[in-house]
């Protein structure tokens, strides 16, 4: 698997699992509206089994997380996109999502993902609404 590590304005984004701050990742996840309550352990078990993002500030602070389920051949599914709520409404989102979909891993595969609030951000990179059937938890 490929590193990538992007760089601008002071920001970071890279997929090394070494540097992600599980603290903030949990905190951040189980209290997002599609997540709520999920413990440390799936967290921890989620991270281990997929492609994962963290975003950084210049500091080194994590300020953002995402992850993808990847067969990285045919498809993606990006999961747990979050931007910490001190830094929202920068575009920090959308350099996520453009590191996230430009991964070489992951460029050539079909993305999915689910969102009920963010339909705008990712049509700019040319997501569509499409039939998708689920099976819940059981």
């Known amino acids: 698997m490929m590193q990538l590590k992007w760089e601008k304005e002071g920001y970071i984004v890279s997929d090394d699992k070494t540097l992600l701050q599980m603290g903030k990742i949990e905190a951040w996840i189980s209290g997002a509206y599609w997540a709520a309550g999920r413990s440390r352990e799936i967290i921890e078990k989620s991270i281990q089994h997929s492609l994962c993002f963290g975003m950084y500030d210049k500091d080194g602070r994590q300020i953002g997380f995402a992850r993808v389920i990847t067969d ?23 350099k996520l999502v453009e590191c996230i979909i430009s991964h070489p891993d992951i460029v050539h595969t079909k993305m999915g993902l689910a969102t009920k609030d963010a339909h705008g951000l990712y049509r700019q990179f040319d997501f569509e609404m499409d039939e998708c059937m689920r099976r819940p938890l059981l």
Not at 78 to 94: H, S, Y
């Open 72 to 94: 990285q051949a045919v498809f993606s599914w990006i999961m747990d996109v979050i931007i910490d709520q001190e830094f929202r409404g920068k575009g920090l989102g959308k």
